[in-house]
């Protein structure tokens, strides 16, 4: 079964940072890339960045630029996401999804139910 499995939210304080992983199962992982998106209720979805199957990065949002760093490990089948100095507005449910082709949103195959981030003293 496709599958996609996020964890590692929860709430952190302003300033702080998270990680957050996406384990694939199901497919040939390393054949795909996997990108971060976040989305709160009533918004549309963000594109935060994502990460090609040859392991380059080949987006980052301007929100997030330069606090965020995207990571993959094919042998664990796994993307994890990591967010340094987290704000606020960093508050959101976080989804991975993985791509038919690059990092082209037209290809996004699967998704993963979400994790949520809170950023809050």
């Known amino acids: 079964q496709l599958q996609l499995v996020e964890s590692g939210g929860g709430l952190v304080q302003p300033g702080g940072s998270l990680r957050l992983s996406c384990v694939a199962s199901?497919?040939?992982?390393?054949?795909?890339?996997i990108g971060w998106f976040r989305q709160d209720p009533g918004k549309e979805r963000e594109k935060i960045t994502c990460?090609?199957?040859?392991?380059?990065?080949?987006y980052d949002s301007d929100s997030v630029k330069g606090r965020i760093f995207i990571s993959r490990d094919n042998a664990k089948n796994t993307v994890y996401l990591q967010m340094n100095s987290l704000q606020a507005e960093d508050t959101s449910i976080y989804y991975c999804?993985?791509?038919?082709?690059?990092?082209?949103?037209?290809?996004?195959?699967?998704w993963g139910q979400g994790t949520q981030v809170t950023v809050s003293s």
């Open positions: 990460i090609s199957s040859d392991d380059n990065r080949t």
């Open positions: 999804a993985a791509y038919t082709f690059g990092c082209d949103d037209k290809s996004v195959a699967w």
């Open positions: 199901g497919f040939r992982f390393d054949d795909f890339a």
